[in-house]
């Protein structure tokens, strides 16, 4: 547990405004932090076919270590402002079994002086829904960096965050790098548009990437790697691309910093072929997830209920906004 979650429970408390409400959860999260530059694609063939087998011989065989993460996210919003707990799960998994470590955080934000003066914990922001995302990923990205194994392949749910905040994670990053660790990142659910504003030759007229690419491949198909490259920083780039396993689900999109790519192209149809047969384990048309990140979230929420912070923050006697009575009526 982070060392200033209990402190900031306490001084929650001290407020002694009325307070009650129950929580929204959330599983994963999505963000673009702005954007200008250039798409390209790195391999000839558009679709490429993906083989299952390949991918459990990996799961079974592989000299690396296999890791998943995920997190489940609780947020409370009162009039003072909005408590964020969230609870980091990193799994590694055995021949036989899962090792689970977690990890959990509790913030206050508030836009309002007044609130942070009488509560030292409170952290102060314009932007409270920004800043809580951007402060999830650092946090998420701590966690790995100090839990994560040497020769691994890491395969972590949500983006590779984007954008100017992308050179805060660089460090981190580049430590994976050094220590032989692959990191690929999983996003379902996108809306991005990367592939059809910066390519519209080959993609136009869709509401997405991922409604082109449910149109264009096939059941066990990815398409081709795809390279977004800031125009104003160069460091802040990706190699990405989509794949396909079921007829009527949603495609998912791997991504992976440049860095990890390039140092580890020999690894990559291998990487996605193991991405695959852990979709196909999984077997979930509605909800694509890869099998050790389903296990990390599974995790992720029973940590949560170990430290009853609904209850706890309940307790705290802020006053609720509208929308989270009425939630908390159902």
């Known amino acids: 547990m982070d060392e200033n979650c209990l402190n900031t429970l306490k001084e929650m408390k001290d407020l002694k405004v009325p307070f009650s409400s129950s929580p929204m959860i959330y599983g994963e999260f999505d963000f673009e932090l702005g954007r200008e530059g250039t798409v390209s694609m790195l391999e000839s063939d558009l679709t490429i076919d993906l083989d299952a087998n390949n991918g459990c011989e990996i799961s079974q065989n592989s000299q690396r270590i296999i890791a998943a993460y995920d997190e489940s996210i609780m947020t409370f919003s009162a009039l003072e402002g909005k408590a964020v707990c969230v609870s980091h799960s990193l799994v590694y998994v055995g021949k036989n079994n899962y090792l689970p470590i977690n990890?959990?955080?509790?913030?206050?934000?508030?836009?309002?002086?007044?609130?942070?003066?009488?509560?030292?914990?409170?952290?102060?922001?314009?932007?409270?829904?920004?800043?809580?995302?951007?402060?999830?990923?650092?946090?998420?990205?701590?966690?790995l960096e100090k839990y994560g194994m040497n020769d691994s392949i890491l395969l972590i749910d949500g983006p590779l965050i984007a954008g100017d905040a992308y050179t805060t994670f660089m460090p981190a990053i580049k430590k994976f790098l050094e220590r032989n660790i692959i990191a690929c990142f999983f996003v379902k659910n996108s809306s991005s548009d990367l592939i059809s504003?910066?390519?519209?030759?080959?993609?136009?007229?869709?509401?997405?990437?991922?409604?082109?690419?449910?149109?264009?491949?096939?059941?066990?198909?990815?398409?081709?790697?795809?390279?977004?490259?800031?125009?104003?920083?160069?460091?802040?780039?990706?190699?990405?691309?989509?794949?396909?396993?079921?007829?009527?689900?949603?495609?998912?999109?791997?991504?992976?910093?440049?860095?990890?790519?390039?140092?580890?192209?020999?690894?990559?149809?291998?990487?996605?072929?193991?991405?695959?047969?852990?979709?196909?384990?999984?077997?979930?048309?509605?909800?694509?997830?890869?099998?050790?990140?389903?296990?990390?979230?599974?995790?992720?929420?029973?940590?949560?209920?170990?430290?009853?912070?609904?209850?706890?923050?309940?307790?705290?006697?802020?006053?609720?906004?509208?929308?989270?009575?009425?939630?908390?009526?159902?």
């Not at 836009?111 to 920004?130: F, N």
């Not at 992720?300 to 307790?315: G, Q």
Request: include cysteine; charge should be positive; charged fraction near 25%.
């Open 103 to 143: 990890y959990i955080t509790l913030k206050f934000y508030t836009r309002s002086s007044i609130v942070q003066e009488k509560m030292g914990a409170a952290i102060l922001v314009k932007d409270v829904a920004h800043q809580s995302l951007v402060d999830t990923a650092c946090n998420k990205m701590d966690f």
């Open 197 to 330: 504003t910066y390519m519209p030759d080959i993609c136009v007229g869709y509401n997405s990437d991922m409604h082109w690419v449910h149109r264009i491949l096939k059941p066990g198909q990815r398409t081709s790697f795809f390279k977004y490259t800031d125009n104003h920083n160069k460091e802040n780039s990706k190699v990405f691309c989509y794949m396909k396993f079921f007829h009527n689900s949603s495609p998912v999109r791997i991504e992976f910093p440049t860095i990890i790519f390039e140092n580890f192209k020999n690894e990559m149809q291998n990487i996605v072929d193991l991405a695959y047969y852990f979709l196909l384990v999984q077997g979930s048309k509605s909800n694509a997830q890869l099998r050790p990140i389903a296990i990390a979230e599974m995790f992720a929420r029973e940590t949560l209920k170990l430290f009853d912070v609904n209850k706890e923050i309940r307790n705290a006697q802020l006053v609720p906004t509208m929308n989270e009575e009425r939630w908390g009526e159902k």
